[in-house]
């Protein structure tokens, strides 16, 4: 409930799915060692990149990840695009914050396009066997 002027005014059932919407990721957010930054220091919102730092290494995040996204910025649109550019085996689409933080927990990486705002990109860079070119996952 809200207060206004000594009133109180019920939250819609709406309102409160917006709200709990995103408080899985808040609550990761929390952590010391999640690290969540744009790899793009002139355009931050085109992607973020958020992950473990316990449980990614952020050697891997810098020297795969990074020059991945970075070489093809400019085909960097909807989540699908993205997830086919990435030279990882395990590549996903997750649709839910849920999905997304038992992802985190297991050590992927979360890839969060603003044109897509419901849809999460992760990436497992951890283990070595899972490096691949995009053209082979398909």
Do not use: C
């Amino acid at each position: 409930m809200i207060e206004i002027e000594g009133m109180f005014v019920k939250h819609s059932d709406n309102e409160k799915r917006l709200n709990q919407k995103h408080s899985g990721l808040e609550q990761v957010r929390k952590s010391s060692d999640f690290h969540e930054f744009s790899p793009f220091e002139e355009d931050e919102g085109l992607i973020r990149v958020a992950y473990y730092s316990s449980l990614v290494s952020d050697d891997k995040v810098t020297r795969y990840l990074l020059p991945a996204l970075r070489e093809h910025r400019d085909r960097l649109g909807q989540p699908e695009e993205l997830m086919d550019l990435l030279p990882f085996a395990e590549v996903m689409i997750a649709n839910t914050e849920k999905e997304v933080v038992a992802k985190l927990m297991e050590g992927y990486v979360l890839l969060r396009m603003d044109s897509a705002e419901d849809l999460y990109v992760l990436a497992n860079l951890n283990n070595a066997q899972n490096w691949s070119t995009a053209e082979q996952r398909h």
